[in-house]
């Protein structure tokens, strides 16, 4: 009983992480009928600069959230104006072509900068932990939770008590009625994709501080976040928590009860068993395309 509910704690810690690194994919998505493939990319390249500031400065990985943020979100704005915007109004498919291109192009020059080798960012509380009877939490897990909430409960507050964050909202549940009421959508589009890359600056400092990373590494997590908005429903932020939270589980369970080498098929076979029983997910919603447009 002790077992499991270490593992319950674990992937309660680390579901949360994952929460924050699937909300700007699925907001992306939601908003913009964007298939981000390139989000992992972002999440990497975020953790890259995070591993820079701490061996230049010895900041705090988790402090430095405050410089990779703001970074992240004017790359994301400037790399929607260049590229993004111009398909925008192009079927998912041209999406995924084109993130993945950016993708590859990201892999390469994170590659010439830092090379590609292992890195890792390792504060002083790395190998610590808290100690609560016969369970132990992790230091730099509960950290990175409480982070990854603290962003999460910020996003929430802004797209709901915020003008702009309507605004993102009405465009994505019904944009022609936006566009009615006076919202530009175009440029709710572009500061939805910019929100979106800025997360990953967050969730790439706490990446950093819990994973060793190389530039190949963005191909482990895209897939891994594919399936937590699979799961959890295309679209849809509460979906995305929640099936951040069931995909953290299932992997800390896999790796307590069958092995750690398994846990890097929980996503994979999560697509496949939800694709196959609710295509839209648990909290998303079934949508018809056989109406065409009048």
């Known amino acids: 009983m002790t077992e499991l509910v270490q593992a319950i704690i674990l992937g309660l810690l680390i579901g949360g992480v994952y929460a924050l690194m699937a909300s700007g ?3 992306i998505f939601g908003v913009m009928n964007v298939i981000n ?61 084109l993130t993945f291109s950016i993708a590859l192009v990201l892999e390469g020059i994170m590659g010439l900068v830092w090379g590609n080798t292992s890195h890792a960012v390792r504060p002083p509380y790395f190998n610590q932990s808290f100690t609560i009877g016969d369970f132990f939490l992790p230091k730099a897990q509960v950290y990175g939770c409480l982070v990854a909430i603290a962003v999460l409960v910020g996003l929430y507050w802004f797209l709901s008590h915020t ?108 697509i496949f068993i939800v694709l196959l029983g609710r295509p839209q997910g648990l909290l998303g919603q079934r949508l018809r395309e056989d109406v065409a447009p009048v």
């Open 163 to 270: 003008w702009t964050g309507r605004a993102i909202r009405a465009s994505a549940v019904n944009p022609q009625g936006a566009r009615l009421v006076g919202v530009n959508v175009a440029a709710v589009a572009t500061t939805t994709f910019a929100i979106g890359v800025s997360t990953t600056g967050a969730a790439g400092s706490i990446v950093g501080v819990l994973y060793p990373f190389l530039p190949g590494s963005h191909y482990l997590w895209i897939s891994r976040l594919l399936g937590i908005i699979v799961l959890g429903g295309m679209g849809s932020l509460n979906g995305a928590v929640v099936g951040a939270i069931l995909i953290g589980l299932g992997e800390s369970l896999t790796s307590t009860y069958i092995s750690p080498q398994w846990t890097t098929a929980v996503p994979y076979v999560v």
């Open 25 to 27: 994919l699925s907001l």
């Open 37 to 97: 493939v390139a989000h992992g990319a972002f999440l990497i390249l975020a953790a890259f600069l995070t591993y820079s500031i701490w061996t230049a400065t010895g900041l705090d990985p988790l402090v430095s959230i405050l410089i990779t943020g703001p970074a992240m979100f004017l790359f994301g704005w400037l790399l929607y104006g260049g590229t993004v915007r111009r398909i925008r109004e192009a079927p998912a498919a041209a999406s995924v072509l």
